[in-house]
């Protein structure tokens, strides 16, 4: 990684401890975050709020999509020669993408059932299912209080709010396409509403990422949309390398083929499902006896075999892959470029 990502990457650091702080006995957090509370509502409290969303922040993550939002905006007050909000104003705002990335994480491996996340167990684990969902509910509705902290024009500061209420609607609808395929496994979707779904659910945050750095860096709405699409496109490359991984050597801090444990329809199940139709029912049997043994089921890795045997797999590595370098080539930033192929694994280059 240069060293101007490595200083970003610090910056974006800086803005997010300060949005979220590890206990909310901190200057003015309190009251910006939740205005003039009842005298019973003390510190106490607001911190079981902060404590599961905190602890998951801490334990690291890639944080491309930031990353991606303050290149785009550097891209886009390069193109202007305007940008609406200065390069500081623009760190303060980060936290709206990493942290509504952080809910859908509680959320997810809530939804999915998932027993760690980045190597630890999941929140719901630690600090049980109802003050973690509470949890990563409200972190939905503090992303946005940087919004608030802003010192620009009402009309951009709406832009923004837009931008990011859309945004998490859209990403709802993808999860819940989700929900239904994996809740269903006799159910196996077309590829077009796979990737509708990706686009929704895993793209609607590198859409927000690049939307919101093209907009604080002085492109119309116009523009902002259309480097939006492209970046969506980028994060549906990567979420099919991340189901191949998974059938595969096991994505970190999860185990090799936990997708078939939790019935996900992923692009290699139904690449299979379309070229070889009479397979559907032996891949819902081994999806059904995956749910019901858990991830030490036979199933699970004679599931995976099916799928080797017919090259799916490596047919959607290579869709993953494609799709992520042709969306690169679309933004003519070398920055954006050079993270994007950097997080491509070695063995998909």
Known sequence: MNNEFKQILYNIETSLKAALPQTSATGDWTFSSFGNLPEGASTEYIDKLIEPNHALISLGGKRWRPLLMMLCYKMAAQKSGAPALSE??????????????????????????ADLRRGKPAAHITYGLDTALNAGSWLYFEAPVCINRLTAPDGLKLELY????????RLHIGQAMDIYWH????????????????????GTLASLSAKLGCIAGGLSAEEAEQFGGIAAD?????????????????????KRGDDIVEG??????????????????????FMKAAAAAGIESPAV?????????????????ERGRTLIIESCRKFNSEQITELFTSMIPENFR
């Open 264 to 285: 996900k329809k992923s692009l290699p199940v139904l690449i299979h499902a379309a070229e070889r139709p009479s397979d559907r029912s032996k891949l819902a049997d």
């Open 234 to 254: 980028i994060g549906i490359g990567f979420q099919i390398i991340d189901d191949v991984i998974n059938l595969t050597t096991g994505n970190p801090g999860k």
């Open 88 to 113: 500081e104003q623009t760190y303060s705002i980060t936290p709206l993408v990493e942290f509504v990335h952080t809910a859908s994480l509680i959320h997810d491996d809530i939804e999915d059932n």
């Open 301 to 317: 890795e004679e599931c995976i075999a099916l799928l080797q045997e017919s090259g799916c797999i490596e047919k959607a590595a």
């Open 162 to 169: 837009k931008t990011y209420t859309n945004e998490l609607r």
């Open 183 to 202: 809740r269903n496994p006799d159910v196996f979707p077309i590829e077009k509403e796979y990737l509708a779904m990706v686009k929704s659910k895993t």
